[in-house]
């Protein structure tokens, strides 16, 4: 269904895409968080255009938005496609210089001329992946590909469909900035985005489907102690430090992130922060099923009763818990649809299709909150976030063919 010269173009659109610096910075409190992003959309923008796209809108915040109408004459579904701007903070994104390597021969390969490589004996996938055309960085920073080979399958998508007027629904297309940081739906014009369904296209290896996320908190513990001289402490000092490493005895040893994984939950201690004065523990509490959620939540505040009464302080432990996103599958179940139709798309596109579920967030968990059903299907990348990130032509193509069937599908279906 993709021809070589749309191949070609799918290519040059993600090449072109990784020369913006669009890094996401840590700590920013307004979106775009990096100058790149807007740079990035407002040039999207013109290619939207060029497209053939409507009410195309780019806001200040680097939110890209724009609708394709459906080109047939029947009432069809509206569908939403979604990609994200920026790129990782761990890792730079500045003068990205992709390599295309064609016809993968196996065995490891060096990235640039530094010391940097990757090696089917640490990246298993790598075997699948021989005889493909490999694109990589060159060791100094990542490729980008998360997301901005999303954001190439769904123009090349696009174009497609608009070049060889298949029936199709109507699209919505959302380009969005911020997402490693959280922010990236801070500014998304969630009224004019109205869609039945959606999808991210922001996930990794061919066949990926997921449209279960985690429920997650974060608890944050205080623990004042009181400091006196060492030499005079006995029976007045009263320190934190321990305290602190006391009440982390408290937590079941094996329900941590290094030892679960599937849809196993978790209580994760990601910061211990102070001094014999004050201590503040923070919690990430992790669970896909939403009674086991309420339930680790609950066993945290009940950790603070129980060493509160038993330790009897003179300022007792306080806690904080924050609910940060919640498991989007509550939402995608009252539109089965959505999944039942990235399968179909699939599958027309020889693929199997592979339900995962999400050991983190996503944009879609956000605007499943807000009532908009949101699956997330795969890029064709791997080792995201990282400067061993790599995608395949292969994947690409593969990721077009579903948007494509997608768009034709829902059209057909209804
Ligand atoms: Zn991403």
């Not at 402490?233 to 079941?252: M, S």
Request: net charge negative.
């Amino acid at each position: 269904m993709v021809t070589e010269q749309q191949e070609y173009q799918l290519l040059e659109r993600f090449l072109h895409y990784t020369t913006y610096d669009t890094q996401s910075k840590l700590g920013a409190k307004i979106s775009p968080s990096s100058p790149g992003q807007l740079k990035l959309a407002k040039h999207l923008q013109q290619e939207l255009f060029a497209i053939g796209l409507e009410n195309i809108e780019v806001s200040k915040n680097a939110v890209v938005t724009a609708f394709l109408p459906s080109n047939i004459n029947k009432n069809v579904p509206t569908i939403g496609l979604i990609a994200h701007l920026d790129t990782a903070t761990q890792c730079s994104g500045k003068n990205v210089q992709a390599e295309v390597i064609e016809n993968y021969r196996g065995g490891d390969i060096a990235l640039g001329t530094g010391e940097e490589f990757i090696s089917p004996v640490h990246y298993h996938f790598l075997h699948k992946l021989v005889g493909n055309t490999l694109i990589v960085a060159d060791g100094n920073t990542l490729l980008g590909a998360d997301n901005k080979a999303g954001i190439a399958e769904i123009m090349t998508a696009l174009s497609i469909l608009k070049e060889g007027n298949l029936p199709h629904c109507n699209i919505r297309v959302a380009f969005t900035p911020d997402e490693e940081i959280g922010l990236g739906m801070q500014f998304f014009p969630l009224e004019q985005f109205k869609c039945d369904w959606a999808y991210t296209i922001d996930g990794g290896e061919v066949g990926e489907l997921e449209y279960e996320n985690f429920n997650a908190a974060t608890a944050i513990v205080t623990i004042e102690g009181k400091n006196i001289h060492t030499g005079s402490a006995k029976d007045k000092l009263v320190n934190a430090l321990a305290l602190a490493c006391e009440f982390q005895q408290g937590f079941p040893e094996n329900e941590t992130p290094e030892k679960t994984e599937g849809k196993e939950g978790f209580y994760h201690l990601s910061e211990f922060l102070g001094d014999v004065e004050k201590v503040e523990l923070q919690y990430l509490i992790r669970d896909f099923d939403q009674e086991s959620f309420l339930q680790r939540k609950q066993f945290i505040q009940n950790l603070v009763i129980e060493f509160n009464s038993k330790k009897q302080l003179v300022k007792p432990i306080t806690l904080d818990i924050q609910d940060s996103y919640k498991n989007m599958y509550e939402m995608v179940k009252k539109v089965p649809q959505s999944v039942e139709l990235a399968d179909q798309a699939m599958k027309k596109a020889g693929i199997l299709p592979y339900h995962k579920a999400i050991r983190g967030g996503t944009d879609g968990a956000w605007l499943a909150e807000k009532g908009l059903a949101c699956p997330n299907i795969f890029t064709g990348g791997y080792n995201f976030h990282s400067k061993h990130e790599l995608i395949t032509l292969e994947g690409m193509k593969n990721a077009v063919e579903v948007i494509v069937n997608l768009a034709n599908l829902a059209v057909v279906d209804k």
